[in-house]
């Protein structure tokens, strides 16, 4: 029975919507196109967090797991000689565990070593590292030559190369603290503009290997996930699970591109506001025109003995079907409209997120439903003898 | 009078909107399946008495009993109840869901009162002649035929009383004896009574009763007996 009733609900409702079909189609873009602006909105959201996501990832790294070195103040009072600090280094495979228990939090890293090694009797600055995860983190990295195939080949930056007269495809002889000596060749020199100019880049195990300090690292380079404030909280379960060591947000990077996409939101957020605000009034005004017009329908309705509330069900239903309709049109509407601002300001195109599909329904229902309060508080109170007389 | 062969009692009625009166201590007694015919000019309490007997108004003074329930008492819940289970109306400008299909307007009824029934909807327009417009809105139906559709309408639910308001009003002679003879047979048949409302001495004349109003008074109550040629 209650199958049949709503049956035929919705029969009188599609009914009276095909009559009304101008104000009816009038309502349905009103309501698609809010539906579709917050949807357009959010997907674009989404894909401005993607994009500056990639931005951050330009830089590298937003968080620095740094050891935590045994310091001691020198002197007493007014006279301080400086500080003594303890050479210190991180376990690597304490590292990777720790950063693999943080799941999805962690998008890339790298480990790095820096100690100086010979070449001959000049002392460089070199940075062991493996090179396919500088590859991946520093993905604008483009070596003149070749990144290095084997253990025995290196990246030198520019400056040093320059400095050394070094090209791609020149020996190079290191020698580390334990007195070994190894014959390296380069592959690519690298010009970052930055303090890497200057560094010797070599393999990771061969740099512990020669400095004998195997399985040590002296900083590793994380990027993480830095939405909705999320790098704190992995900061410091990083520190959590490494007793030794210290997590430090790169600020610039980090604080950056959070505070631009709260900017950006909020702007988001005002801007879907006032549409949906706009089409609340819009749904209003022409259903109220619409409860005027069917007054003496509506007055037959409850002459006929209809309850207030059951004659209210019938164009709560109508607006419903006008708000799941138009939520549902303008999903698609959004994600077109997405995918071209994006394209055409952002320069990254959109993802479909499943979620669009509840969230452009519900504001379709909710702007449907919030802009029929008025009107239907109207047709509730409606006196079926004088709406039957014409007044 | 038993009280069980009533269907209307009415003691010191009155209804009053402000300071002007429409209606004044009406006493009247209607027996189950009678057909009464209120007349009287323009605000004379026709339309306030058929309002209140319908349950659509409250009285200001005295009561009201249809069909056995006293509709002073009446939450605005039970008074529309009340209307879908013992009330079906018909009304001079018809009153039709212009979206509406002829049997879906019946189906309306229907809907209000429990549960939609096509077929049971077909057969009521069937007896009152429409079996053939079944499918046609409001707008492509004369003023005789859509009267038809509402007198199915309001015979659908097997009403204890049939209110008309004017059902006449808009027709032409040929239609308007159609409908009333229509209305006769389905009493006949159902066994409802018919309180109508008219200007025309011939349409009154087909009922058993008739009471003239003026001035929100009952100021002639008349026997009619028998049926114009």
């Given at each position: 029975?209650?199958?049949?009733?709503?049956?035929?609900?919705?029969?009188?409702?599609?009914?009276?919507?095909?009559?009304?079909?101008?104000?009816s189609?009038?309502?349905?873009?009103?309501?698609?196109?809010?539906?579709?602006?917050?949807?357009?909105?959010?997907m674009?959201?989404?894909?401005?967090?993607?994009?500056?996501?990639?931005?951050v990832?330009?830089?590298g790294?937003?968080?620095?797991?740094?050891?935590?070195?045994?310091?001691?103040d020198?002197?007493?009072?007014?006279?301080?000689?400086?500080?003594?600090?303890?050479?210190?280094?991180?376990?690597?495979?304490?590292?990777?565990?720790?950063?693999?228990?943080?799941?999805?939090?962690?998008?890339?890293?790298?480990?790095?070593?820096?100690?100086?090694?010979?070449?001959?009797?000049?002392?460089?600055?070199?940075?062991?590292?493996?090179?396919?995860?500088?590859?991946?983190?520093?993905?604008?990295?483009?070596?003149?030559?070749?990144?290095?195939?084997?253990?025995?080949?290196?990246?030198?930056?520019?400056?040093?190369?320059?400095?050394?007269?070094?090209?791609?495809?020149?020996?190079?002889?290191?020698?580390?603290?334990?007195?070994?000596?190894a014959?390296?060749?380069?592959?690519?020199v690298?010009?970052?503009?930055?303090?890497?100019?200057?560094?010797?880049?070599?393999?990771?195990?061969?740099?512990?290997?020669?400095?004998?300090?195997?399985?040590?690292?002296?900083?590793?380079?994380?990027?993480?996930?830095?939405?909705?404030?999320?790098?704190?909280?992995?900061?410091?379960?990083?520190?959590?699970?490494?007793p030794?060591?210290?997590?430090?947000?790169?600020?610039q990077?980090?604080?950056?591109?959070a505070?631009?996409?709260?900017?950006?939101?909020?702007?988001?957020?005002?801007?879907?506001?006032?549409?949906?605000?706009?089409?609340?009034?819009?749904?209003?005004?022409?259903?109220?025109?619409?409860?005027?017009?069917?007054?003496?329908?509506?007055?037959?309705?409850?002459?006929?003995?209809?309850?207030?509330?059951?004659?209210?069900?019938?164009?709560?239903?109508?607006?419903?079907?006008?708000?799941?309709?138009?939520?549902?049109?303008?999903?698609?509407?959004?994600?077109?409209?997405?995918?071209?601002?994006?394209?055409?300001?952002?320069?990254?195109?959109?993802?479909?997120?499943?979620?669009?599909?509840?969230?452009?329904?519900?504001?379709?229902?909710?702007?449907?439903?919030?802009?029929?309060?008025?009107?239907?508080?109207?047709?509730?109170?409606?006196?079926?003898?004088?709406?039957?007389?014409?007044? | 009078?038993?009280?069980?062969?009533?269907?209307?009692?009415?003691?010191?009625?009155?209804?009053?909107?402000?300071?002007?009166?429409?209606?004044?201590?009406?006493?009247?007694?209607?027996?189950?399946?009678?057909?009464?015919?209120?007349?009287?000019?323009?605000?004379?309490?026709?339309?306030?008495?058929?309002?209140?007997?319908?349950?659509?108004?409250?009285?200001?003074?005295?009561?009201?009993?249809?069909?056995?329930?006293?509709?002073?008492?009446?939450?605005?819940?039970?008074?529309?109840?009340?209307?879908?289970?013992?009330?079906?109306?018909?009304?001079?400008?018809?009153?039709?869901?212009?979206?509406?299909?002829?049997l879906?307007?019946?189906?309306?009824?229907?809907?209000?009162h429990s549960?939609?029934?096509?077929?049971?909807?077909?057969?009521?327009l069937?007896?009152?002649?429409?079996?053939h417009?079944?499918?046609?809105?409001?707008?492509?139906?004369?003023?005789?035929?859509?009267?038809?559709?509402?007198?199915?309408?309001?015979?659908?639910?097997?009403?204890?009383?049939?209110?008309?308001?004017?059902?006449?009003?808009?027709?032409?002679?040929?239609?308007?004896?159609?409908?009333?003879?229509?209305?006769?047979?389905?009493?006949?048949?159902?066994?409802?009574?018919?309180?109508?409302?008219?200007h025309?001495?011939?349409?009154?004349?087909?009922?058993?009763?008739?009471?003239?109003?003026?001035?929100?008074?009952?100021?002639?109550?008349?026997?009619?007996?028998?049926?114009?040629?």
């Amino acid at each position: 029975m209650i199958m049949k009733r709503i049956q035929w609900i919705i029969r009188v409702v599609m009914a009276s919507l095909r009559f009304r079909t101008g104000r009816s189609l009038l309502l349905l873009a009103v309501i698609a196109m809010a539906s579709s602006l917050a949807v357009a909105l959010g997907m674009v959201t989404v894909s401005m967090e993607r994009r500056i996501s990639d931005e951050v990832r330009k830089y590298g790294a937003n968080l620095l797991l740094l050891p935590e070195s045994g310091r001691m103040d020198l002197g007493s009072g007014a006279l301080a000689f400086g500080t003594l600090a303890e050479p210190a280094w991180l376990d690597a495979t304490a590292v990777e565990r720790a950063l693999a228990g943080q799941g999805g939090r962690i998008r890339g890293y790298s480990l790095h070593l820096r100690e100086p090694l010979l070449s001959g009797r000049v002392e460089l600055p070199v940075e062991g590292v493996r090179f396919d995860q500088i590859r991946r983190m520093l993905p604008w990295w483009e070596p003149v030559g070749r990144w290095p195939a084997v253990e025995s080949e290196v990246v030198i930056g520019a400056d040093l190369a320059r400095r050394l007269s070094l090209k791609a495809g020149d020996r190079i002889d290191l020698t580390g603290s334990a007195g070994v000596t190894a014959p390296m060749t380069v592959a690519g020199v690298v010009r970052t503009g930055g303090d890497e100019d200057r560094l010797l880049f070599i393999d990771l195990s061969r740099l512990q290997a020669l400095s004998g300090l195997e399985g040590r690292v002296s900083q590793v380079r994380v990027l993480a996930d830095a939405r909705s404030g999320l790098l704190p909280l992995t900061a410091a379960a990083l520190e959590s699970a490494l007793p030794g060591a210290r997590a430090r947000e790169v600020r610039q990077v980090a604080q950056t591109s959070a505070t631009l996409l709260k900017k950006v939101q909020l702007l988001m957020i005002l801007v879907t506001l006032v549409v949906l605000a706009a089409s609340g009034a819009s749904v209003t005004g022409t259903m109220s025109t619409t409860v005027l017009e069917r007054g003496r329908e509506i007055g037959l309705i409850k002459a006929m003995g209809a309850t207030r509330l059951g004659t209210v069900l019938l164009f709560a239903t109508e607006a419903c079907l006008l708000g799941v309709t138009g939520g549902l049109a303008g999903c698609g509407a959004g994600v077109v409209l997405a995918e071209a601002v994006s394209r055409s300001v952002f320069s990254v195109s959109t993802e479909f997120t499943p979620l669009a599909l509840p969230l452009a329904v519900t504001v379709g229902l909710l702007i449907a439903l919030a802009g029929s309060v008025g009107p239907m508080l109207s047709v509730y109170r409606l006196d079926p003898v004088k709406s039957l007389r014409g007044e | 009078m038993e009280e069980t062969q009533v269907i209307i009692r009415t003691e010191q009625l009155g209804r009053r909107y402000g300071a002007i009166t429409a209606l004044t201590s009406l006493d009247l007694v209607v027996e189950k399946g009678d057909w009464l015919t209120v007349m009287g000019h323009s605000g004379s309490g026709k339309s306030t008495l058929l309002n209140l007997l319908g349950g659509l108004d409250r009285p200001t003074e005295g009561t009201v009993q249809v069909a056995g329930q006293d509709l002073s008492g009446l939450s605005e819940n039970e008074l529309a109840r009340f209307r879908r289970e013992q009330i079906g109306i018909i009304f001079q400008q018809h009153h039709l869901i212009p979206y509406l299909t002829a049997l879906e307007n019946v189906m309306m009824a229907q809907y209000i009162h429990s549960v939609v029934d096509e077929v049971e909807a077909r057969g009521a327009l069937e007896r009152v002649g429409m079996g053939h417009r079944l499918r046609n809105r409001p707008g492509e139906l004369s003023g005789g035929e859509q009267q038809r559709v509402c007198i199915a309408r309001a015979i659908i639910n097997s009403p204890a009383l049939l209110l008309a308001d004017e059902p006449t009003g808009n027709l032409d002679g040929g239609a308007t004896r159609m409908v009333l003879e229509l209305l006769r047979e389905l009493r006949a048949e159902e066994g409802f009574s018919i309180v109508l409302v008219t200007h025309n001495q011939e349409v009154a004349a087909w009922g058993d009763r008739t009471i003239q109003m003026d001035d929100g008074l009952v100021i002639r109550d008349d026997l009619v007996g028998g049926t114009p040629a």
